[in-house]
């Protein structure tokens, strides 16, 4: 009946044929157990190994020695065979239905966001996304994780980050994007997302109400509504937000979702009457304003203007900030400038959430910024984004001319495309004839809340070279434009 | 009336100086400004200068130049002097006090948890935490770090982690815990606080009762306060959680939270019979059981004993594990052993609360994992905990003999010392009395609910060598025995 299964040394393969024999009810709870000795013949081993085989199952609990009578399983064990129909992955023996709670059941229905996208594997596909970075700035970036994993603290740290990483976001910030603040205003996280969260559990009760742009980006929308926000979608114009349109809204919602540097998707800019009409709204609604500046490093024309917080002397702006862009996703990491009434309840949000962000990574992008590393390098990427946002603006131009209007090219790595003469409801076919080309087209529509009336591109160019997107869109003009 | 402040370019220098007179009212809206020309002579500078700060405070919205007639400062600017009194960390200007949600007012009651202990600097200090790595282990996680920057994938990743890690995951589990999971069972966060928070959030209503050892790890209590359950404090003896005791609650827990492995702070060590009754009753009860394995690995007594998850064929056990004690607490990373149906809940939390945890430190743990490494790390490990355990054991022995009571000493890095004689009230002078001679001690008291009626230590041995346990405990021995 028993049998060693050849893996380990003979003792613990005889403690584990034992174990199973006894999980799986062959030997019941108070049945007395072959002998040492029996055992030992029946599976071929030494006594010397059945003897501590059986040691451990003692000291395990699974069997009890009474002198002079042998040895037998513990009573304290369930009758009958507990876990014969114990799987290869025992947790799906019994389906359970849980029971989940009602943040549950809303984070469940965010589920289909989670999937990760397959990859189209096309060889001009405008996803937006990611720009990965020069190999001068990996190789730096490499050299300094390596100098902090040499000699960075490796025990817990404060929830709200690394001093020195908060004193560097400080200057970067006012440098930068015109933002005034202390270190202490600052929390660093993983990646904006978490900034987004965090807003959401301390200043959402379900029900309450959020103004949010429309369309936006989904994992904005996403963790409001797991929240239990409703959601109030207010419309996007070429100046980003109408903050006249939220005005007439008579409901009092607790947060505004903003992105007013290059409003996503659109692109839009808002101009900086918008930005006091948006401060004095919030300040008349009691609201916070969510700015999630998450390309604001981006600007091709002028210096950038500066965030909301820079102009807000009201507290009323809940900064967000990444990583991500100018650096890389996988790092997580990004942080949020916080009016100081909401600094305690952060920092504590933070440390539940999960203590605080990796110190290495945190470290190493000190080091980055200290030495001068970080501007370089953000005036490289700029540099090429720049170049390859011209190229697109042109190769639209010479290709699609009249057929279509450009939106959002101030600013970021991607850019808008409306489409005339195309129905919404036509534009898959459009992206699948792309397709058909190798060429990758991304509907505008999935980040609207109100379905838009006109056909819409979003237009990635990050990833793609100058001859990427110059041969992208000439392939793609001659089966759209034929 | 304007100065520039010295800091950048002469035309930026300029464009800062008229900013803040307009954002403090110092022109108003509608007014008309000086000229290019007047204003260089005022600012000493040349009319260049000038010239170009109104074209950037022009593209940004300040300015409207209207021919022939000047320059206006914009209409839509509000009245009055709107920042006049913006100071240095315009945030606080005036002081809102924000509407917090009911989830973030409990959020803010755990704040002082947030607080990081000040460091004490005594020479010998029985701080709980931190086993620093030895320099070998370090050496090897900073080459695999390195590595991993060099080729690692630097783009967004799936929510659950990356795949590597988990089937090494996989492989360290059923060889160190007896656990026999799928690699899609699990999920990757950032530490076992990551994974108590969304157990809390994906199962847990406000008012929902949550079965809990009585004493218990703070940050397991608060992340659970903060979720609004009402915490059922379960006794703990020397088998770790009374399951008799909680069989005598009447009302349905959701959840249970035990530490089987090592009870948390007692350093119980829950025996398989109770493992069993444990199961039993969450199956009866329609519960889930947290298993915060947080220091499984370190075992001193025979093969660890196998977790609780590996003994349930009805998929009730979320086993939380972390790398903070084998590794480092700085490196944030640990994860969660899910029944299957608790999957696709954890994944889409994982995605809201970060999107995923960082990729890099991830992929060097794999590598970590898969070429030996870590095992080796942690064999090295237990030897040294094995012989310091040995060595405080010993010296509590000699020196404090008959006056104390020792527990926990089968597995962790830190035992429970109660002193007899001693009122519960008197401890913090016999603390006092110790730090005046340079060792550091810490009540029990803080862990539990009920507060317990001994007056108890928890000594932690994982930062200190051999010559420093003998010295602390001798020392102080000196002066509470006399």
Redesign the interface.
């Known amino acids: 009946m028993l049998s060693l299964d050849g893996r380990g040394p003979l003792y613990?393969q005889a403690y584990a044929a034992v174990r199973r024999a006894i999980?799986a009810g062959h030997f019941a709870a108070g049945e007395r157990l072959p002998s040492t000795r029996a055992l030992a013949v029946e599976l071929g081993v030494s006594r010397t190994v059945t003897l501590k085989a059986f040691e451990?199952l003692g000291?395990?609990?699974?069997l009890i020695g009474e002198k002079g009578s042998g040895t037998y399983v513990?009573e304290?064990?369930?009758d009958g065979p507990?876990?014969a129909?114990?799987p290869?992955?025992?947790?799906?023996?019994?389906?359970?239905?849980?029971?989940?709670?009602?943040?549950?059941l809303r984070?469940?229905a965010?589920?289909p966001?989670?999937e990760?996208p397959r990859a189209r594997n096309l060889p001009y596909d405008f996803e937006y996304?990611?720009a990965?970075?020069e190999p001068t700035s990996?190789k730096a970036?490499?050299r300094l994780?390596?100098r902090a994993?040499?000699s960075?603290?490796?025990?817990?740290?404060?929830?709200q980050g690394s001093d020195r990483l908060r004193a560097a976001l400080v200057q970067h910030l006012e440098r930068n994007r015109g933002i005034?603040?202390?270190a202490d205003?600052i929390v660093v996280?993983?990646?904006s997302?978490?900034g987004l969260?965090l807003c959401a559990?301390?200043?959402?009760?379900p029900g309450?109400h959020v103004l949010i742009e429309d369309p936006h980006y989904q994992?904005a929308r996403?963790?409001l509504l797991?929240a239990g926000a409703r959601l109030v979608p207010v419309p996007v114009d070429e100046d980003g937000l109408d903050v006249l349109a939220a005005r007439r809204i008579r409901s009092r919602p607790?947060l505004a979702y903003v992105t007013p540097s290059h409003q996503f998707p659109t692109g839009a800019v808002m101009?900086?009457?918008?930005r006091?009409?948006l401060l004095?709204w919030a300040a008349d609604r009691?609201a916070?304003i969510i700015e999630d500046d998450y390309d604001g490093e981006f600007r091709y024309?002028?210096?950038p203007?500066?965030a909301v917080?820079?102009?807000?002397?009201?507290?009323?702006?809940i900064y967000v900030g990444t990583l991500?862009k100018v650096m890389?996703?996988?790092?997580?990491l990004g942080y949020v400038v916080?009016?100081?009434?909401?600094v305690?309840?952060f920092?504590?949000?933070k440390?539940?959430?999960?203590?605080?962000?990796?110190?290495?990574?945190q470290e190493a992008l000190a080091l980055f910024m200290e030495s001068g590393l970080y501007e370089q390098h953000l005036r490289r990427m700029r540099r090429r984004h720049e170049s390859r946002r011209a190229t697109l603006v042109e190769a639209i131009d010479h290709h699609l001319g009249a057929r279509v209007t450009v939106m959002g090219t101030d600013a970021g790595i991607h850019l808008v495309l409306w489409l005339h003469g195309v129905q919404p409801t036509e534009l898959g076919r459009v992206i699948a004839r792309a397709e058909e080309h190798g060429v990758g087209l991304y509907s505008i529509a999935p980040y609207f809340l109100n379905p838009p009336t006109c056909a819409g591109l979003l237009l990635g160019y990050g990833a793609l070279d100058e001859s990427e997107i110059q041969e992208g869109i000439a392939r793609w003009a001659e089966v759209f434009v034929g």
Chains 1, 2 share one sequence.
């Open positions: 613990l999980l451990q000291a395990e609990g699974y513990t304290a064990l369930p507990i876990l129909a114990r290869r992955f025992n947790q799906s023996a019994i389906a359970v239905e849980p029971r989940f709670s009602r943040g549950g984070i469940i965010q589920g966001l989670v990760h996304g990611f990965p970075p990996r970036w490499r994780l390596a994993a040499k960075g603290d490796l025990d817990y740290a404060p929830p005034r603040c202390h205003q996280l993983n990646g997302q978490q969260d559990r301390i200043l959402l009760d309450d994992g996403a963790v797991a607790r101009p900086l009457a918008r006091m009409a004095d009691g916070f024309q002028g210096r203007l500066e917080q820079a102009l807000d002397g009201r507290g009323r702006t991500s890389f996703p996988a790092l997580r916080l009016p100081e009434s909401l305690p309840a920092r504590a949000g440390w539940l959430a999960d203590r605080h962000s990796a110190s290495l990574e």
